[in-house]
């Protein structure tokens, strides 16, 4: 099982770097190849809705030149992609979003190309947040989940850790027990809830 962790906390020693420690860990344990990137490292230039991706078959085929084609070629050669972000305002980091909107070149639906780059694959999320893990998570959950049943990506589920008290409790053993679980669990190819 091939496994793409998109990191996308700008802070790479902070909560969620913390959090996907154990996670990635227990995927390699368990026999996955693992590719894990930091968006905050990369060059990810906003989407410009230009639609020059959509007459291009079978490839990205974006006009931009940046790491977004090294990220659609992890991503293409992923069975499961993970997004690793905390909660911003209600949604995800800046770079991430950039990484979502620049999605478009995967799906060939608007033009004269056609197909996926990506159809079939699994999405899951590891999250960290401030707020109530409901209240918090909700709405990129939502998101996540209408861009899988855009794209025919399969939703796996989502483990997270609420940020009560700084960096301590996602090196807690419960928080490393749950992030490991998760991990089993994906690697098994077992359902999640959430
Ligand atoms: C700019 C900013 C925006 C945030 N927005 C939210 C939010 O909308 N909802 C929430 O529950 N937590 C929010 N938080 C809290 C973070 O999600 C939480 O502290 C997270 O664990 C930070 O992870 P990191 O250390 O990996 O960046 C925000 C934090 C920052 C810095």
Known sequence: MKFTILMGSPRLQGNTAVLCRPFVEELKRCGAQ???????DKQILPCRGCYACQNVQGQYGCVLHDDMQQIADDLIWSDCIVLAAPIYAWYCPTSMKLVLDRHYGLNKFYGTAQGSLWAGKRLALL??????????TQPFVLGMQRLCEHSNLQY????SVRDTDGPEVFRSPEAERGAREFA???AENRRVTG
Do not use: D, K, P, Q
């Open 127 to 136: 999250l960290t947040h401030g707020y109530e893990r409901e209240y918090a």
């Open 184 to 186: 089993r669990t994906l």
């Open 156 to 159: 796996c589920g989502m483990y």
């Open 34 to 40: 693992v590719r894990y990137i930091t968006l905050a």
